[in-house]
């Protein structure tokens, strides 16, 4: 691969190339956001691949909403198990026209708009170095949606448009496939971290009603976690500890006028129910 791009970097002044030993994913990116020129960035895992038209859509609809978090539609691809030339593709939230959101809606979108993956991006350079927003280096997990919530909470908004524009590639040996109980201490819950982050204080816009959704939001991300440490066979103390954490959130929760009743029967079942109960409703 390396030496691929070299040849490119030969052939095309625009092209630069460069290369370090192997320090993870998080360090790769910071290394780009040093050395990148440009107004905009924006990236692309080595399993990934954009439309033909990615980045001048993106580029368009930058344009068009100055100092938004510009965020794009993506294909989920995999691949046949038994012909590794036949892949499918499946548009990730089916959200049907382009949505403009202020920060607070982000937090109570459904399906999340901000995803797990970095790319189907485009974001302004000034405003990353500005406030020096970096990825964590040494986490495996959760760095990227951490490095998104900064740099949206330096936004006034985010604008999703409904086509996409970069294939993701689902493979089971990936690291977001690993299982959230054995993930270890190089694992980070974004949601949580964003509930006190200084980066959400200091925006205007960011007024108690976002962090009320922020904690909205992590209340979902709580029944996301024990319905995989169920389905994961966690043990009873692990439940019990998400039940105990939810308790701090769950009043605020139930009482929501934003999140839908079924929503709250869900939390409720997960998180109040004794854990045999909860493993039932969950499964």
């Known amino acids: 691969t390396l030496s691929i791009a070299q040849k490119y970097e030969a052939e095309d002044a625009r092209v630069r190339v460069f290369h370090q030993d192997n320090a993870g994913v998080s360090a790769a990116r910071n290394h780009a956001l040093r050395e990148a020129k440009g107004e905009y960035i ?12 990615a980045v ?12 938004k978090f510009i965020v794009s539609e993506i294909y989920d691809v995999s691949f046949d198990p038994q012909n590794s030339n036949i892949f499918r593709r ?30 189907a991006k ?12 970096r990825f964590e280096e040494g986490l495996r997990y959760g760095e990227d949606q951490l490095f998104m919530f900064e740099y ?9 448009l409904n086509k996409p524009l970069v294939n993701i590639l689902s493979r089971q040996s990936s690291a977001v496939h690993v299982p959230y109980l054995l993930r270890g201490n190089d694992h980070v819950d974004p ?22 959704a922020i904690r909205m939001r992590f209340c979902r ?27 701090d959130y769950a009043h605020e929760y139930l009482a929501s006028d934003k999140v839908s009743f079924i929503r709250k029967l869900d ?16 499964k």
């Open 42 to 53: 924006t990236f692309l895992d080595s399993d990934d691949w954009l439309e033909d038209d």
């Open 56 to 67: 001048e859509s993106l580029l368009i609809l930058a344009e068009n909403y100055p100092n």
């Open 90 to 119: 499946i548009i990730r939230t089916k959200v049907h026209k382009l949505r403009v959101f202020t920060i607070e809606e982000v937090f109570y979108a459904t399906p999340d708009i901000i995803t797990l993956n970095i790319p």
């Open 122 to 133: 485009l974001l302004r350079l000034d405003i990353i170095r500005q406030h020096n927003i």
């Open 152 to 160: 949206l909470a330096k936004t006034n908004g985010l604008v999703f």
């Open 191 to 212: 949601i949580k971290i964003m509930i006190n982050h200084p980066a959400m204080n200091d925006n205007p816009q960011n007024s108690p009603a976002v962090q009320k």
């Open 221 to 247: 991300a709580l029944m996301f976690r024990i319905s995989n440490t169920i389905k994961g066979n966690g043990s009873y103390e692990a439940i019990k500890s998400l039940q105990r954490e939810s308790k």
């Open 267 to 282: 939390f409720f079942c997960a998180m109040y129910l004794p854990v045999p109960l909860a493993k039932l409703s969950v």
